[in-house]
């Protein structure tokens, strides 16, 4: 543990241009949002304003100090380090930082904003992702970075649509021990000397598409009640979404076994988010 707080403090150190264009994203990011929140205080709702900018301002801090603390991840497959804090980690960025104000929106019954919000973050989603491979942009902060901006935005809708009475506690629990699996997964494979490689799958791509519809759907339905599916379609959309969680734990599982039992180093790990 010493040793990687010696090394992260020495890429710190020796990384001006890149520790200036984080810091610079995120002031950035908060100059916007503040200018946001306060017309929302002054003109929309006053609690509202002041709880989005107590809850995500902070969140913006706290989010900066831990990707300056690791900045050697910022770096290519080869180890090489970027000199920017690039288009897709910014993406990405805006993703997870997103899940605060999204919980804000969705807990103060603001569904319509807080739904723009989840759409925005499946936008970046894809954007990040595309936007690195086409302009070989990838860098090992980014693939670890990408699964967890997709975990809290998935897991927040859901845990909100629990906390409503529309999401069963039981497909909460199925999709948390999913998650949980993975990181799980990432660990043992390291234990066992695995280098694995972050690669969304066929499964995680259309379960990501399920999920992703089933926010929007149980979502909208809070929206519009004249929208609300029927007592089949509902169960229908629920168990569609518990076998599409366990379609992932079992791929997953698969996947981690094959990698354990192979000779060679790097191992897939699925994704698709």
């Known amino acids: 543990m010493l040793e990687l707080l010696k090394i992260s403090w020495k890429v710190f150190k020796n ?13 950035i990011s908060t100059v916007i949002l503040i200018v946001i929140y306060t017309s929302i205080l002054l003109w929309i709702d006053m609690a509202l304003g002041k709880a989005l900018l107590i809850w995500t301002i902070p969140a913006i801090f706290l989010y900066t100090l831990i990707i300056l ?14 000199r920017h804090f690039q288009a897709p980690n910014i993406l990405t960025s805006i993703r997870i930082i ?19 919000v989840y759409f925005m973050t499946a936008f970046t989603d894809v954007a990040d992702g595309y936007i690195a491979r086409k302009f070989s942009q990838e860098t090992r902060m ?17 845990f909100f649509l629990w ?8 497909l909460l629990i199925l999709l948390t021990v999913r998650y949980f699996q993975f990181f799980a997964g990432l660990a ?7 280098r694995p490689i972050l690669k969304a799958t066929i499964i995680g791509k259309v379960v990501g598409i399920i999920q992703f519809l089933g926010v ?18 509902n169960n229908t959309l629920l168990l569609t979404l518990g076998f599409s969680f366990i379609a ?26």
């Not at 997103?98 to 723009?116: C, E, I, Q, T």
């Not at 980014?142 to 935005?153: E, F, H, Q, V």
């Not at 734990?249 to 192979?262: D, F, P, Y």
């Open 98 to 116: 997103s899940v605060v104000p999204m919980l804000v929106l969705f807990f103060r019954g603001y569904l319509y904003g807080a739904l723009a």
């Open 15 to 27: 990384s001006p241009v890149l520790r200036l264009s984080v810091i610079k994203m995120m002031l």
């Open 69 to 82: 603390s690791n900045l050697r991840f910022l770096c290519d497959d080869n180890g090489k380090s970027k």
């Open 163 to 170: 906390m409503r009475g529309d999401f069963p506690l039981w």
């Open 188 to 194: 043992l494979l390291y234990f066992f000397d695995k």
């Open 142 to 158: 980014g693939l670890m970075l990408d699964p967890i901006g997709d975990i809290l935005s998935t897991e927040s809708a859901f």
């Open 248 to 273: 992932v734990i079992v791929s997953q599982t698969l996947i981690g076994i094959n990698a354990i039992r192979e000779k060679r180093e790097s191992s897939v790990i699925s994704g698709g988010y």
């Open 216 to 233: 929007v759907i149980l979502v909208y339905q809070k929206i519009v009640p004249e929208f609300m599916l029927g007592k089949t379609m």
